[in-house]
Nanobody
Framework: QVQLVESGGGLMQAGGSLRLSCAASGRTGSNSFMAWFRQAPGKEREFVGAITWSSRNQYYADSVKGRFIISRDNSKNTVYLQMNSLKPEDTAVYYC??????????????????WGQGTQVTVSS
């Protein structure tokens, strides 16, 4: 089992920045591939970004590409999401997710067996 705990959410004005953190514990060998998803009220959970164990490869949704940066520090078992140039449409609960495999559809929620509890991000206009 892997436990994931997100932090860093909050209220920010449009154009501002926030950094989310996700700390992993437990069988951290099972989190070789980690991702961020978000879910706005009344909408389905959607992919934001993902990163491989080595950080060699990062993947982003088109809606955040160029504004968000995903990174990880394996010595701390932590993955980060730096969110810049925030927009009101970025308002959502942000979830950290982990899996051991690197194949398949990294943008699909069903590919991830481990999830955090989520952290709220609210962007005001």
């Amino acid at each position: 089992q892997v436990q994931l705990v997100e932090s860093g959410g909050g209220l920010m004005q449009a154009g501002g920045s926030l950094r989310l953190s996700c700390a992993a514990s437990g069988r951290t060998g099972s989190n070789s591939f980690m991702a961020w998803f978000r879910q706005a009220p009344g909408k389905e959970r959607e992919f934001v970004g993902a990163i491989t164990w080595s950080s060699r490869n990062q993947y982003y949704a088109d809606s955040v590409k160029g504004r968000f940066i995903i990174s990880r520090d394996n010595s701390k078992n932590t993955v980060y999401l730096q969110m810049n140039s925030l927009k009101p449409e970025d308002t959502a609960v942000y979830y950290c997710a982990a899996r051991s495999s690197v194949g398949g559809n990294y943008y699909s929620t069903v590919e991830y067996p481990y999830w955090g509890q989520g952290t709220q991000v609210t962007v005001s206009s």
